[in-house]
């Protein structure tokens, strides 16, 4: 299972006060259609059927199946960068 560092909890605790998400909102992180291998993260207002479903203390993250079998293990962290986009980041269990 993915867990989270307390930095991407406290953003993705934020996710569901946003008016357009609503109080299901999370993090979504799946496999491109592009079918190139890349995972991508949105902000959506519920898992899709077939998500894992992971609310740590009200952040959540609803993993695709290719996304809770890549990352099973991994650790979810985010950051700020200087222009104050949220960037995440997976890192895997050494």
Same mark, same amino acid.
């Given at each position: 299972? &993915?867990?989270l560092?307390?930095? *991407?909890?406290?953003?993705l605790?934020?996710v569901p006060? =946003?008016?357009?998400?609503g109080p299901g909102a999370? &993090?979504r992180?799946?496999? %491109?259609q *592009?079918?190139?291998?890349v995972?991508l993260?949105?902000l959506?207002h $519920?898992?899709? #059927?077939?998500d ?5 203390d009200? *952040?959540r993250?609803? &993993?695709?199946p290719? $996304?809770a079998?890549?990352y099973?293990?991994?650790r979810?962290? *985010?950051?700020?960068?200087? =222009? ?6 997976? #890192?895997? $269990? %050494?």
């Open positions: 299972m &993915l867990t560092t307390e930095n *991407a909890r406290d953003i605790r934020k006060h =946003q008016p357009e998400l999370g &993090l992180i799946s496999r %491109s *592009a079918g190139d291998g995972f993260t949105s959506t $519920a898992p899709r #059927r077939g894992e479903v992971l609310d740590d009200g *952040a993250v609803f &993993l695709g290719l $996304a079998e890549r099973d293990g991994g979810l962290d *985010a950051r700020t960068d200087p =222009q104050g986009r949220i960037e995440f980041v997976v #890192r895997r $269990a %050494s």
